[in-house]
Structure formats: C-alpha cells, structure tokens
C-alpha cells in the first residue's frame, strides 16, 4: 500500500500543476565517463519554424536591441547558434564549450523598466552569454554582479501576444544554470544536478514534482503524457538509465533517444493549448568533442557540425547553412564546409 500511496500522490501532484500547461519543449544533459557532457534538446511548436545555423566570429559588435538603453558588448567567443524566425538565437554552442536553449514558459513575468537598468531583448539572451563566456559560473557570476532587464517581443505571427521564455546554459565541464523571470524577478538555479528543463510549472515547482516521482519505480511506471511535468520525470529517469559512454558517436545516440522519448508525435495539435504540439526538430551539442548534432522530425538523416573545423576569426565573418523550415533540408554527416558568407540577421526589437 505504501508503494500505490505514493503513486497516487504523485499523480495528483502532476495533476494539479500541468493544468495551465502550453508548450512542449525538454532540454536534458548527459554526465557521460572521462568528463563527456553533452546537452540535448527537443523544439516543439504548433506552427512551422525557420531555422537555420549560423556561425558568429569573434569580435562582432553587439548591442541589446532594446531601446536606448541597451547593454552593449563585442563578442570574445566565436558560436554556431540555431536561429528562431532569423530573429533570435534560440540554441548555440560557443568554442570554449558553453551552450544555451531557449524553453517556452508560460508563466514567466519579465520586469517593468526603471528607467535606470540595462536593457536586453529576449531574442539576444542566449547569444549575450555565448558571446562573452566560457563557463556557466562565469556567466551566473556576471549575471547576479550586472544585472539587466530582459523585455519580451511578439511571437512570430502572433500579433500581441509575448513570448514567454527561459534560458537554460551548460559547459563542459557538465556544470547547468536555468534562468527564469518570475514575477519581474530573475531566479537563477545553478549546480550540476540541474540537468533537466521543460515547461510550466516554474523550475523549482518541477522539482518538487520530481521529487514525488523519486519514491516510484521507473521501470514500472513512469508518467506518460506530452504535459511539461510528465516529460521531466521521463527525461529525469532516462538521463540516469541510458548508457553510459565517452565514445561521442554512442554518447550521442543516448542522447538522442531520451530526447526522442519526450518528442511529441508529428501532427499533433490541442485547439485549446495551441503551443502543446508537435516535435519540430532535436538537437545534441557534445561539450567535449565541440560537435553538434541535429536532425528534423520531417528529414530522415542526422548531421552535424563539428566546430573544430570552425573558422571563428574575425576576419572569417558570419556565415550561414540554410536549413529551410523545420530543418526539413536533407543532409546527412558532417556539415561544416557548407557554410556560406552571409550578412547577419538582425535580432528582434524589443521596447
């Protein structure tokens, strides 16, 4: 009886915090032997993306596109980012190991200017950390030491309605932080036990949701729905059970398949929770070996791009693979010589 007890528990737990669930996302990342990290994630959305890789340089000059107080700052690390739309950087990959994803979360509250702190649009988060850091401590250290305010922009063919988003970084050496804004306020949670992320609830509320599955035996019974706190105990459980290898091609393939296992089926659609919808695309970044995977729920092949074969000079310029939308180009193998010149895009406005 215990044992039905705390299921039971659990799911009434589940239950009571997916109620309001949106968007189906799920970031995981893998403590691999001899120090192999990888961070893998899935991008789920009811409407088609455009999403293409792009190599920055360092050296380029950044501001927060966010009105005349933006923070300003000029790139010391090279990264390989997926672009959102051509307008923001949603996941990426710098050289020194660092990676980002940006994760729906429905509840997130950004700050009302002051008047007095820097500014930063939501759709340069991701890229002001790759630019500048190599490390999640250094990143959360400056976070906390230079505080700015984050402003929200429209979704992309959504007149109106603001993006809720959370950012979520991890380095090689398997350190995480996840940054959410709740109720104006920045929450940082940071430490290497930090290795899942969904959706709403916030971070620390999925915890605890966790923490109710941790009595039940995964091997008997593990939540089975696309909810945000159903996908993190799967994800949670998987992430210890795959196998566990520092040969990067087995690594990634462990990775691969628990990110697979929280994949929401193509074509789905929830009239009423329109961001709870199909896996558009996955991605696996190997901090380690600097490789970084991809592949598309509509193309047949995996393909990456192995950055050590990177030029990140300055003079080398941006460059960009056009991948078409969902990724849905079909390419196979290492990628990294078709890459071509190409302006940069602009990174979304936000006031």
């Known amino acids: ?38 961070t893998g994630r899935s991008m789920d959305f009811k409407d088609p993306i455009v999403s293409n890789l792009w190599v920055f340089p360092r050296g380029m000059k950044r501001h927060g596109a966010a009105g005349p107080r933006s923070v300003a700052w000029t790139s010391s690390y090279g990264s390989l980012i997926v672009s959102g739309y051509e307008i923001s950087a949603v996941d990426g990959m710098n050289e020194a190991g660092l990676n980002a994803n940006l994760l729906w979360l429905a509840n997130a ?40 305010q984050v402003v929200s922009g429209e979704v992309p063919g ?34 290497r036990e930090f290795r899942v992320m969904t959706n709403e609830p916030s971070y ?42 520092d040969e990067p091609r087995i ?14 089926p193509y074509g789905i659609s929830v009239p009423d929770a329109p961001n709870l919808s199909t896996t558009r695309w996955r991605i696996v970044a190997d901090h380690k070996n600097k490789l970084f995977y991809a592949e ?30 969902d990724m849905d180009r079909i390419l196979a193998g290492e990628v990294s010589d078709r890459f071509v010149s190409a302006p940069p895009f602009d990174f979304m406005e936000a006031e």
């Open 1 to 38: 009886m215990p044992g039905i007890t705390r299921l039971f528990a659990a799911l009434i737990a589940a239950a009571s915090l997916t109620a309001l669930e949106a968007q189906a996302c799920t970031r995981v990342i893998y403590h691999g032997p001899n120090e192999t990290y990888l």
């Open 109 to 148: 509250a950004y700050p009302e200017d002051d008047g007095v702190t820097p500014r930063l649009s939501l759709s340069i988060w991701a890229q002001y950390f790759l630019d500048q850091f190599a490390t999640v401590d250094e990143a959360v250290r400056h976070a906390r030491a230079m505080p700015v």
């Open 296 to 325: 598309s729920a509509t193309a047949p092949n995996t393909f990456w791009v192995d950055l050590k074969r990177l030029d990140f000079s300055k003079d080398a310029g941006p460059r960009t693979l056009d991948l078409g939308t």
């Open 251 to 264: 690594a990634a393939a462990a990775v691969f398949s628990i990110v697979r296992n929280v994949s929401v």
């Open 204 to 245: 620390d509320e999925q915890l605890a949701v966790t923490r109710y599955w941790s009595g039940v035996d995964g091997r008997t019974f593990l939540p089975g729905t696309n909810r945000a706190s159903d996908r993190f105990v799967r994800a949670s459980y998987y992430t210890d059970t795959v196998i566990q290898s």
């Open 158 to 191: 959504r007149p109106g309605s603001l993006a809720p988003l959370h950012l979520s970084l991890s380095d090689a050496t398997g350190d995480s932080a996840i940054f959410e804004w709740i109720d104006g306020k920045l929450r940082i949670h940071h430490g």
